[in-house]
């Protein structure tokens, strides 16, 4: 079977992954981004980005999305569908297998994002889809006018909590600690709403339900008590992991599996790169990951262009 050629192939099409097909794409190389998903990544499961420049009122999740796939497309990067399943060195190219095919490129990129930790509560895997959610975009509206709850005091928990309690009857905020680790502006807003709830000091010892979620169980770390918080929904926002499974033995990963790169985005393997939520930073942001797909491409610009053998579409 003949093996399709691209000069950058790039596995996930979330903002990182995106940017960098924009810019590999618009620098004149056959560029192919390949996601086993929606594109648009965690970006897309968002509701509302109010942070991402250019946007003064906000933009939603997925339409930021759409319009970063279009811009990818309008200079010839093909975003397709595919499920990356091996990654080989083959004389200087990388080879790559999704499920139906093999495509061979000169440089690779991994842009495969990150995912929502699960908690490990007792009776969570159990009602998972069934009431637990790590989704508030994606699931929300199923609990509209009934109790939810939200675990977790970052960033996500608490704006998806605002976000959930523009259709849900009560969010109930269950946090570890005392205080809250989301942004200020995002407390600030889930202290506005009249039906957000705080349980501070706390955590989840069990989910509740038979068939479907009807409550979680609550530990208040200070006092010891247990209590019972009815419920239909329970969302978990307890930080993420990134999606670099199958790339681990590929590249040098730290000890929570995110890929480990220099400044150049370039992993421990020339000529593989590695950006946005799946490498190692601090900086979990749209704008981030947009920042280290443009950083790669550059990158990888040069080298390419320094290479007289490579081949051009
Ligand atoms: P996160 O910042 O890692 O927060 C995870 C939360 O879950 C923390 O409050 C943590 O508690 C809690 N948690 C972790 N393990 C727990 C456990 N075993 N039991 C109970 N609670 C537990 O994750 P995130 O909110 O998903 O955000 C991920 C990254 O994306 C962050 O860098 C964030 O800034 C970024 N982000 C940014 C935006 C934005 O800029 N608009 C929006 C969403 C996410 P502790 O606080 O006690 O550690």
Not at 24 to 33: D, K, Q, S
Not at 96 to 112: H, K, M, N, P, S
Not at 252 to 257: A, K, L, R
Not at 288 to 306: C, M, P
Request: net charge negative.
């Amino acid at each position: 079977m003949e093996k399709k050629e691209y000069d950058i192939i790039i596995a996930g099409a979330g903002p990182a992954g995106l940017t960098c097909g924009l810019y590999c794409a618009r620098a004149g190389f056959a560029t192919a981004v390949v996601d086993s998903g929606m594109p648009g990544g965690q970006m897309a499961m968002t509701e509302w980005i109010d942070n991402y420049p250019g946007f003064p009122e906000g933009i939603g999740g997925s339409e930021l999305g759409e319009l970063m796939v279009k811009q990818a497309q309008r200079f010839g990067a093909e975003v397709t569908y595919g499920n990356i399943t091996s990654v080989t060195n083959e004389s200087g190219r990388f080879e790559i297998q999704t499920d139906g095919e093999t495509a061979l490129c000169r440089a690779f990129v991994i842009a495969t994002g990150a995912t929502p930790l699960e908690l490990g509560a007792p009776g969570e895997s159990e009602l998972r889809g069934r009431g637990v959610s790590y989704c508030a975009v994606c699931d929300g509206n199923f609990f509209a006018g009934q109790p939810v709850v939200v675990i977790g005091g970052g960033d996500s928990a608490v704006e998806e909590a605002v976000y959930l309690s523009k259709m849900c009857a009560k969010v109930t905020i269950i946090h570890r600690r005392e205080k809250l680790r989301a942004k200020k502006t995002a407390v600030e807003a889930a202290q506005a709403k009249q039906n957000i709830e705080f349980a501070l000091n706390s955590t989840v010892v069990e989910v509740t339900g038979d068939k479907e979620v009807t409550g979680v169980k609550i530990k208040n770390t200070v006092s010891g008590e247990i209590s019972d918080v009815p419920c239909s929904g329970a969302f978990f926002y307890v930080g993420v992991a990134p999606r670099s499974e199958w790339a681990r033995g590929i590249a040098d990963t730290d000890g929570n599996g995110f890929i480990i790169t220099d400044e150049n985005m370039e992993t421990s393997v020339k000529g593989i790169y590695a950006v946005g939520d799946v490498r190692r930073p601090r900086n979990r942001q749209v704008s981030t990951a947009v920042g280290d797909g443009a950083a790669a491409a550059l990158a990888i610009e040069r080298v390419l262009n320094e290479q007289p053998d490579r081949w051009r579409k």
